[in-house]
């Protein structure tokens, strides 16, 4: 008589042996071998050929190093390089905060939870139960004849059952593969969703800092005309001056006023936008006002072939066709036979009481329904139409993938072309600031001594005010470019190496 040890041991180490020929047969894929698209990547980009961008002839642009593939390293902290204490702060506060940033987050977290579930197929799966069943089966299934009375049993069952597919064909495998590759995508998506919170505090911060220096420079320009109309209406009731000249005093006092009031709005509704960037109400925050110092940031762009490393959207375009491609591979395997194993030990008696003995076990091998192996013939079309499906999507990823690297050339050949015109506009417009000061003081001078009317002074007081508002406007666009340069190039910069220039005016 065998022992129930040994039985048990013999029958652990024939399931030891089963498993490990079904690992063999499970290293077959019918996914295709993934072909990235070709994609002409130029040497240099094309507003950044024979040009500097503000870098010195001393300085080496090779001294910035591309970050690495985005979507395997965070996202460094780029606004370092600005020099603002206040930005940091404000940064750090949106990365904590910020709404987008959260869903971000929650979708990587439902992504890496679906890896978990794929790679669960690739294992047995165990279960346990106990519990009686009663039944009646009638004389006529019992075999005595129609009309014979049935008999009523109560069994009671405690069991394992074990069930498991063999990936003999790549189903389960690919499907593991689609899902690292959506995780993957995800945690891209996450790197990109990040960096554009981070661009869209800093482009709104240095919007803000910029109408406070619009707003600086029209209440100065208030005062001045309040005092001049003022004095105007002083001369005119001595009659040292013309009624239509007091009336074009208050006319430029009015027009200035109603600016003002529109900056002011604009600047109410930055702080807004800031608020909810930082996940904030807005009635509950508030920045120091300071007008925006011209910080020109030298971001060499590097070679156009980083850039597919360093745009996290990029990396997410890759992953996304190499989890459909894997998706082929799981529509493929449906036209071959599944294997699926399922067992089933334990014990049943009539009485609770014998349930542990020996004698009382049961097993089953085999499904419970239908077959081991099962193989399909005809459905119609169904399998082939998913084929095609797949393929379709694979299709769209692959265009996809294509546009976004179009986009990123694009974006980046953008900025650059924006901080170098806004460079140069920067510099003309200083020009024509400090001509448009020494015109205004002239005509302030000849208005005293009599020589011109006052209009003349008021056309020239208007042209100073225009050229002081356009240079804080180009200095405001010229920060802002910079981040979206930063954001085109996808962040991650070595900020200890990083050079920057303070031009304050």
Same mark, same amino acid.
């Given at each position: ?34 072909? #990235? ?5 130029? %040497? ?14 001393? @300085? ?7 970050? @690495? ?28 905060? &910020? ?9 990587? !977290?439902? /992504? ?67 899902? #690292?590759?959506? %995780? ?18 800093? !482009? ?84 120091? /006002? ?34 459909? &491609? ?18 089933? +030990? ?7 009481? &014998?349930?542990? &003995? ?36 694979? @299709?769209?990823?692959?265009? @996809? ?14 900025? +650059?072309?924006?901080? #170098? ?46 050229? #002081? ?15 979206? +340069? ?13 050079? !920057?220039?303070?031009? !304050?005016?």
């Amino acid at each position: 008589m065998t022992h129930p040890t040994q039985a048990i041991q013999r029958l652990s180490g024939s399931a030891l042996s089963l498993a490990a020929s079904l690992l063999l047969l499970s290293a077959c894929s019918l996914a295709p071998v993934e072909n #990235r698209p070709g994609i002409d990547i130029p %040497a240099k980009f094309a507003e950044y050929e024979g040009r500097t961008l503000a870098l010195q002839p001393a @300085e080496d642009p090779g001294r910035w190093r591309p970050a @690495e593939p985005a979507d395997q390293q965070a996202p460094s902290p780029w606004w370092g390089v600005f020099g603002d204490p206040v930005l940091v702060q404000l940064e750090e506060e949106a990365l904590k905060a &910020n709404p987008d940033v959260s869903i971000a987050m929650a979708r990587l !977290k439902q /992504a890496r939870a679906l890896i978990s579930q794929s790679e669960s197929a690739q294992l047995p799966e165990v279960g346990a139960g106990f519990g009686p069943s009663r039944q009646r089966i009638s004389g006529t299934a019992a075999g005595r004849g129609d009309g014979a009375p049935g008999s009523t049993q109560t069994l009671w069952r405690a069991q394992a059952s074990v069930a498991y597919e063999v990936d003999i064909f790549g189903r389960v495998s690919s499907g593991v593969a689609a899902a #690292r590759a959506d %995780a993957a995508r995800q945690q891209a998506l996450a790197h990109q969703m990040l960096l554009l919170v981070q661009a869209d505090v800093a !482009k709104t911060y240095f919007s803000l800092r910029q109408f406070e220096g619009e707003l600086r420079l029209l209440r100065d320009t208030v005062r001045l005309r309040q005092d001049a109309m003022s004095l105007l209406e002083r001369k005119l009731d001595v009659g040292a001056a013309a009624p239509y000249v007091v009336d074009q005093v208050k006319t430029e006092l009015f027009s200035a006023r109603s600016e003002q009031l529109a900056v002011e709005q604009q600047h109410a509704l930055a702080l807004h936008a800031l608020a909810i960037l930082l996940g904030k109400l807005p009635a509950a925050f508030s920045v120091e /006002a300071r007008p925006l110092d011209n910080v020109t940031v030298r971001l060499p762009p590097g070679m156009p072939s980083t850039l597919l490393e360093r745009r996290p959207d990029i990396a997410a375009a890759e992953r996304a066709m190499t989890a459909e &491609n894997a998706r082929i591979g799981v529509a493929r395997a449906a036209f071959f036979p599944a294997l699926s194993l399922t067992g089933s +030990l334990g014990y049943e008696s009539a009485d609770l009481g &014998n349930l542990a &003995n020996w004698s009382q076990r049961t097993f089953l091998l085999g499904p419970l329904v239908g077959t081991a192996l099962s193989m399909p013939i005809f459905d119609g079309g169904r399998r082939s139409a998913e084929v095609a499906r797949v393929r379709g999507v694979y @299709e769209e990823r692959v265009a @996809e993938y294509r546009k976004t690297v179009l986009q990123a050339f694009r974006e980046v050949e953008d900025s +650059l072309v924006s901080i #170098r015109t806004l460079d140069e506009r920067i510099v003309q417009q200083r020009g024509a600031e400090d001509a448009s000061s020494g015109v205004a003081q002239s005509a302030k001078a000849r208005f005293d001594e009599g020589d011109v009317d006052y209009l003349v002074v008021v056309d020239a007081e208007r042209t100073r005010l225009r050229s #002081r508002q356009s240079r804080i406007q180009f200095e405001g666009e010229r920060a802002r470019a910079t981040v979206d +340069l930063v954001k085109a190039l996808g962040g991650g910069w070595d900020l200890s190496k990083a050079e !920057k220039s303070d031009i !304050k005016g």
